[in-house]
């Protein structure tokens, strides 16, 4: 990543796959469309980074920063993002499928029409986000943070909400859940 250190940010289209990336600073890098499967980002600063409709199959996102990052329609299914921060990041149409996002940090995070079919969200802060029209089918968010969550239409048949926090989520119907 010499280039990356003299200044480079613009790396569309690279072919990264296995790279041991853990604990570097590549903030407001440029991926677009680049095969980054099976990367180890564990610890990495990607803060801004742009994943634009990468191939980021098995990735490793553990305790990553992902501040602001764009993986707007990205391949992340079976990526681990363990304790990652996604503050605001955008996920649009993201394929997360069986990705495991057990007590990240996502706030505000855009993941509407994404698929996160049988996802593991366990204990995943996914306060004010937007869910909507999102694929959640048999995903794990037990003990999930969901408060003002927008859920509208998303599918969440046979997804397990136990102990999950709803308080003023909008729910797929479009009703507001409210404590009893």
């Known amino acids: 990543m010499r280039q990356y250190a003299q200044g480079q940010r613009d790396f ?3 072919n990264l796959s ?6 570097v600073n590549l903030s407001e890098i440029d991926l ?3 095969n980054l499967t099976e990367v ?11 994943f634009y409709r990468a191939a980021i199959e098995l990735g490793n996102f553990s305790q990553a920063d992902l501040r602001e990052t764009n993986f707007r329609e990205a391949n992340l299914s079976q990526s681990l993002f363990y304790k990652a921060s996604l503050f605001k990041s955008q ?3 993201a394929n997360l499928t069986q990705a495991i996002v057990t007590r990240a940090f996502l706030p505000e995070v855009k993941l509407n029409q994404a698929v996160l079919r049988a996802a593991n969200l366990q204990q995943a802060n996914l306060t004010n986000a ?10 794990n968010l037990e003990a999930a943070f969901l408060v003002g969550a927008n859920l509208l239409e998303a599918a969440l048949e046979g997804a397990n909400l136990d102990r999950a926090i709803l308080t003023n989520a909008i729910m797929p119907d479009g009703t507001i859940y409210e404590l009893r």
């Open 12 to 14: 569309k289209l690279a």
């Open 18 to 23: 296995q790279l041991g990336l853990q604990a």
């Open 32 to 34: 677009s469309q680049a």
């Open 130 to 139: 937007d869910l909507r029209g999102a694929d959640l089918r048999d995903a």
């Open 91 to 93: 996920l649009q149409k």
């Open 40 to 50: 180890n980002f564990t610890g990495a600063n990607l803060a801004k980074a742009i």
